[in-house]
Every structure is written in structure tokens, then in C-alpha cells.
């Protein structure tokens, strides 16, 4: 039998006070499941529009700017004298003097050293000798080339007095042959004299060449000579000096990749480093581009030269360098971070994918297209044409420019709508 609504307690305190009996607990356990009911699905809409806020990309943006890109290419290599030159010896001897040492400052025509020359100036004596002999010889020739002329022209003028009947034909012939052998006698010993003179200028120039002089004015590099030692000749000439014409005004000599040899020309501009000097930056500029290559393990280069200025000597022969040359440069131009261009949102790979069921979320399936990472869309564009993503009201917008030259870092962009300060989405991070 159901109880009246009049007499039914006022709250469920008062009903357990009361202590009733009958349908009064069941009442209290339907209260109180619908309570948890009530709580349990105020918590999961609570979850289900934190988990929809916190689903939502995060955009990171950054703006466009005005300033400049350069170019660069960077090359290794080695800084050289403008003229190097080695310094042998024609001769063969032993060293009995070194002038100069290391680092020392020479000028042209200086003596650098000079070697035993004794051998050699009894050499040239004996040639002088040898020379004395030939003239005496000559003068002999002669005497004897003016005795057989004279001897012809008595037979000759007896023949013709005579009336040809003396002297006889063949003392004639003799008398002509006599003073013919005379004269050739003559020139015999006048080649002599001539041949004589001859060793004697050569032994004369050699003794000169055993006093080493520098060529040019420069500052001695390496010097592989010293007192006592024996120079041998015989073949080639032996390395005694290297010396630098000037250390004021360098070379570095780098090799340039395959890749990058289309851009560099003479004249470009360049920085270089070493690492002697850490923290300094030196200047350079492109002066030769070698059309030869060289290859090395399979990599194929090319030489390029800079001239270097050396004015306080802080760089010296064969230190390595690291240069950069600046192929190319725009000043003044609209800028936009590279990442922006390579961006694509999430939404643009594709419609959404419906729901999945509670197995289909536990197994594993393919990579999904997101942040930054551009999806396969198949859409290809021309060199020189780019994209970037702004947003609007919330959400990305497309925006289609034109891209120019790029460091790697910035990117020259112009066209319809662009302008300094454009905000534009560069990555996004969404949260699964």
C-alpha cells in the first residue's frame, strides 16, 4: 500500500532520522546512483572539451622582414707566397760558407753561399794555358803558311821566266800543295785558340756560379745547406734555399666541389679563417678559377685562387684556411624564414579520418602527416614559386609568392600580398 505524498518526509535526512521502513531505502538508493550519474557525465563532457582543446594545433609564427641574404660557399685550402722560389746549385762541391739562415731578409743579387772553388781555379788555369799554347801554335802556322806562299811565288816567277820550262810540273804541283796545307795548319790553330778561350769562359762562369746569390728580394724560408756539406750535381739540381718574394701580399689556393664551381667567378669577394687566429676574420678576393679539375677518391674539384693581403704577417706559408666566398648577395629585400616555406598544416593533407573503434585505436597503423612535415599532396611547382600559410580568423590560409635566392636559413620572397610584418606560420606542434 502506497503512502500518501502529504505524508512523506521533506528530505532524505529526515528520512533516515525517521528510521522508516518499506520503499524509504530504495528511494535513497535511486538518489543516490542518479548523483553519480550526474557527476559521471558532467566529468566526461568536462574530458571531452579538454581533450578537444588540447587536440588543437599550436601554431608557431614568425614575420616577414626586410633586410639582406647572402650566399655563401665555403672551401678549404692552404695560403702560399705569391712567388716561391727554390734555389739550387749547378755545381758539385763542398760548402765552405752560408751567409743567410731562415727568415732572413735578402735582396737580389745577395750571396746566400759559396762553395770550394779551388779545383775549379786550377782548372781555369790550365784552360789559360791551354790558350797560350794555341795562340804560339798560330804564330808557327803562320810563319810557316808565309815561308810556303813565298816558296810558290819564286817557282812561279822562275816558271814564267823560263817560259814554263822550269820548274817542273810536278814541283809545282808540290810548291801548290805545300802552302795549301800551310793555311789549313793556320786555321787549325786559330780554332784552337778560339776553343781554349772558350773553357776558359765557361770555367770562368762556373767559378761565378759557385757563389749562390738570390734571384729576387724575399724573406729565406727553408735553407737545407750547411758548411762541409757536399752538393752533388750530377743530375738535378739539389734543393739549397726556398725564399718567398713577398710575404705582404699572399695566395690561398682552396678547391671548390662539383657542386658549387658554376657559381664562383673572379672578383667575388671572400672570408677566410685560420686556425692559428681563432677569432680573426681575414679578407679575401677570388682572383683565378682553374677550368682543370682533380680528382680525389672519386670526388672531382676545382682550384680556385684568392688574393690574400699579409700586411702585419700574421699568416704564414701553409696554414690551413676555411673561406667563404660570397657568390651572391640581395640587399634590402622582403625575408621569410625558410621553415615557413616548407610548412603544410595538417588539415591541407586530406579530409578527416572518421572515428575508430576501441580495437582499431589499440593496433598499429601507418605514419600520419603532421607539424611541419609537408603531406605527399602531389602538387609540383616551378622554380621560383613558393607557398606560405598565414592565419586568418584562427585558422591557415594559403598565400601563393614568388621565391628568390636563399641562405638556407632566409628565403627572398615577393608578389601579390606581400609585405613587412606579414605573420606566417613556419611549424605547428598538436598534441595526441
Given amino acids: 500500500m502506497k503512502s500518501s505524498p502529504s505524508s512523506q518526509p521533506s528530505d532524505l535526512d529526515a528520512i533516515v532520522r525517521s528510521g522508516a521502513t518499506g520503499l524509504h531505502p530504495r528511494r535513497k538508493l535511486y538518489l543516490a546512483f542518479a548523483a553519480c550519474v550526474l557527476v559521471l ?22 614575420p616577414v622582414t626586410r633586410g639582406d641574404i647572402t650566399l655563401t660557399i665555403t672551401a678549404t685550402g692552404n695560403l702560399e707566397p705569391t712567388n716561391e722560389v727554390t734555389i739550387g746549385s749547378e755545381l758539385s762541391g763542398t760548402t765552405l760558407e752560408v751567409f743567410v739562415d731562415t727568415n732572413d731578409r735578402v735582396t737580389k743579387g745577395q750571396p746566400l753561399a759559396r762553395l770550394d772553388t779551388s779545383k775549379l781555379q786550377q782548372q781555369i788555369r790550365n784552360n789559360r794555358a791551354a790558350v797560350a799554347s794555341a795562340k804560339a801554335s798560330v804564330q808557327q802556322a803562320e810563319a810557316t803558311v808565309a815561308e810556303t806562299e813565298a816558296t810558290l811565288a819564286r817557282q812561279q816567277e822562275l816558271q814564267r821566266i823560263s817560259g814554263g820550262k822550269m820548274p817542273s810540273k810536278a814541283d809545282m804541283d808540290s810548291s801548290i800543295a805545300t802552302a795549301a796545307r800551310a793555311r789549313a795548319t793556320l786555321a787549325s790553330a786559330q780554332a784552337s785558340v778560339q776553343q781554349a778561350e772558350a ?44 725564399i718567398a718574394e713577398s710575404l705582404e701580399q699572399m695566395k690561398l689556393d682552396v678547391a671548390i666541389a662539383e657542386a658549387d664551381i658554376a657559381r ?85 593533407a586530406g579530409p578527416a579520418a572518421p572515428e575508430k573503434s576501441f580495437m582499431q585505436k589499440i593496433m598499429p597503423g601507418p605514419p600520419r ?54 605573420v606566417v606560420i613556419t611549424s605547428s606542434v598538436t598534441k595526441s
Fill in 41 to 62: 557525465g558532467i566529468a566526461y563532457g568536462c574530458s571531452r572539451r579538454a581533450d578537444a582543446a588540447s587536440r588543437a594545433p599550436t601554431y608557431v609564427t614568425a
Fill in 264 to 348: 664562383v667567378a673572379a672578383g667575388q669577394p671572400a672570408t677566410f679563417t685560420v686556425d692559428a687566429w681563432p677569432g680573426r676574420t681575414y679578407t679575401a678576393k677570388v682572383t683565378k678559377v682553374s677550368f682543370g679539375s682533380s680528382t680525389t677518391d672519386n670526388v672531382v674539384t676545382y682550384d680556385a685562387e684568392l688574393e690574400v693581403a699579409n700586411s702585419d704577417l700574421s699568416l704564414r706559408p701553409g696554414m690551413t684556411a676555411t673561406a667563404d666566398i660570397r657568390v651572391a648577395e640581395r640587399k634590402g629585400v622582403l625575408t621569410v624564414p625558410a621553415a615557413a616555406l616548407r610548412y603544410a598544416p595538417v588539415a591541407a
Fill in 199 to 242: 773553357l776558359v769562359a765557361m770555367n770562368e762562369s762556373d767559378l761565378a756560379k759557385a757563389i749562390i746569390r738570390s734571384p729576387i728580394d724575399g724573406i729565406v724560408l727553408t735553407r737545407s745547406i750547411e758548411p762541409g756539406q757536399t752538393v752533388a750535381a750530377s743530375f738535378t739540381a739539389p734543393e739549397l734555399f726556398v
Fill in 369 to 422: 602527416f603532421g607539424g611541419n612535415k609537408r603531406p605527399p599532396t602531389g602538387e609540383v611547382r616551378k622554380l621560383g614559386e613558393g607557398k606560405v600559410w598565414r592565419l586568418v580568423d584562427g585558422q591557415p590560409q594559403p598565400l601563393d609568392l614568388k621565391t628568390g635566392l636563399s641562405d638556407g636559413r632566409n628565403t627572398e620572397i615577393s608578389g601579390e600580398g606581400v609585405a613587412e610584418g606579414l
